[in-house]
């Protein structure tokens, strides 16, 4: 495991040569906030860093429902048996296993590896705007229908989960990176995902921290390639 460290945020990841995972705790005063719990076998490395640092984690946050975000959170939970668990509204069904759109919602469907066996439920179902600590979670829909981001309002460090992609290539989720093209083809819906690249972009970011890849400084310049880049293929 690697340990990545930007002011307020640390990045932990995992398998960051071939197939990176990331998650991220967030310092509060007294206590800590993970963002998204990357695979199984994540907790122990997470555990380890936390009784480092001297804090407890007292929220999860997922930014999404999938397999690769959520997958040590059983374990976590066992661990801190206080930490509130957070998810969007929208994505809380797909932690339950509910695959099924919503009115309104474009018909393309859901992908990527969603838990089938988490015994975890949420705790607090977010929305747009919400605050949780020093963080604002954002709605970015695309990767997911609930896909949310969390920018920190002391830094503006900004947590997107899968709405963009650094590994390989800086790119909006639903691009084909080459040589890892799993989070584009884990993708929803690629007209939602371009809407909310914009919004990352317009929120003025100083570091794009992302589920897959290593955090960017200063990313505007990249984030906006990104998505001319997208613009000029079209979205098919």
Request: with cysteine; hydrophobic share 40%; net charge positive.
């Amino acid at each position: 495991m690697r340990i990545t460290r930007v002011e307020h945020l640390l990045q932990l990841t995992w398998m960051p040569r071939f197939f990176p995972v990331n998650c991220y705790l967030v310092e509060e005063d007294n206590e800590l906030t993970l963002i998204d719990a990357a695979l199984p076998f994540s907790a122990k490395g997470i555990i380890r860093t936390v009784a480092d640092l001297g804090k407890d984690i007292t929220r999860i946050i997922l930014t999404h429902a999938h397999e690769d975000h959520v997958g040590a959170v059983d374990k976590l939970k066992k661990h801190f048996p206080n930490a509130k668990v957070y998810i969007s509204e929208r994505d809380s069904a797909l932690l339950n296993g509910d695959l099924s759109l919503r009115a309104g919602e474009p018909s393309t469907p859901i992908r990527g590896g969603v838990p089938k066996k988490l015994r975890t439920k949420e705790d607090i179902l977010l929305h747009d705007g919400d605050t949780i600590g020093s963080l604002i979670a954002i709605s970015t829909p695309g990767h997911t229908p609930g896909s949310m981001s969390f920018i920190d309002s002391r830094s503006r460090a900004i947590i997107v989960g899968d709405a963009f992609q650094t590994f390989r290539g800086v790119a909006v989720s639903g691009t084909i990176v080459t040589g890892f093209p799993f989070p584009a083809m884990a993708t929803w819906n690629k007209e939602a995902a371009l809407a909310s690249a914009f919004k990352i972009l317009e929120a003025s970011p100083s570091l794009l921290a992302v589920g897959h890849g290593n955090m960017l400084n200063q990313p505007h310049q990249k984030i906006q390639l990104a998505i001319d880049k997208v613009i000029s293929k079209g979205v098919k």
